[in-house]
């Protein structure tokens, strides 16, 4: 144990023999460690020297085996490209051809079926050609009407031709004018009134001058104002113009 005795330690007796021990035993370990070290210290190692031209190569080699690889590899997906546009193309002209031969199939079917209804069809012309038939009878032309050639019959004539151009008028109007101006004579002329006078004289059945039978003269009749019928249909045009109808004049017009 420590005792203090005016500020300092006293090492009891017992305290000096463990430090002695203690150093004595640090004196022989450190004494033993130094022999045993001088006996078993292992040899030197050499350095060895480092080889750069083979380690330069194995890279090299290593870089060409890598870039062989990816050749390989970009081999590999060009072919397999190839492959596919090729079976792309393969399916294309396979579907192509189908198409082709679809279409001259179909065309051949029409082609078939057109040829079979022509025949059909001209099998029925031919039954019909070959059936005996009645001559069909055409109707017979109608005989021109026959008109008397005298007052009746041109006046029957008259009327037949205006009624086709429009020209009103009726059997008794006519008639009577004609009575009224020439007593029904396809010739008679007017020498001695105004228009006379001024030489143009009233001519035919219903005493009309050259001038207004020129004017009224109906296409399909004479031109000879002493032709009845010609006269007749000019006068009753020029009447339908200025009264309406020849069967509203009943005096010289």
């Known amino acids: ?128 050609r070959s059936t005996t038939r009645e001559p069909v009878q055409k109707p017979a032309a109608a005989a021109p009407k026959a008109y008397g050639d005298n007052l009746e019959g041109w006046i029957s004539q008259a009327l037949d031709i205006m009624k086709a151009k429009g020209i009103p008028a009726s059997y008794d109007g006519v008639k009577r004018n004609i009575m009224r101006e020439s007593t029904g004579n396809p010739h008679a002329i007017n020498d001695w009134d105004v228009n006379a006078v001024n030489g143009v004289p009233s001519k035919g059945l219903l005493q009309i001058i050259d001038p207004t039978f020129k004017a009224y003269h109906v296409e399909g009749t004479s031109w000879d104002i002493y032709d009845p019928v010609a006269n007749i249909v000019a006068s009753c045009n020029y009447a339908a113009d200025k009264y309406g109808s020849m069967d509203n004049v009943n005096s010289a017009y």
Do not use: C, I, W
């Open 1 to 128: 144990m420590r005792s203090t005795h005016s500020g300092y330690t006293r090492l009891t007796k017992a305290h000096k023999f463990s430090a002695a021990a203690l150093t004595a035993a640090g004196a022989a370990a450190v004494a033993f460690g130094a022999a045993s070290h001088a006996v078993a210290a292992p040899a030197p190692v050499k350095p060895v020297a480092m080889n750069m031209e083979a380690f330069g190569q194995a890279q090299a080699a290593e870089r060409a085996d890598a870039a062989d690889k990816a050749a390989e590899q970009a081999r590999t997906e060009a072919a397999a490209a190839k492959r596919a546009a090729t079976g792309k193309a393969d399916a294309k002209v396979k579907a192509d051809a189908k198409a082709k031969a679809d279409a001259d199939a179909k065309a051949k079917a029409e082609a078939k079926a057109k040829a079979e209804a022509d025949k059909e069809r001209a099998g029925k012309q031919a039954a019909n």
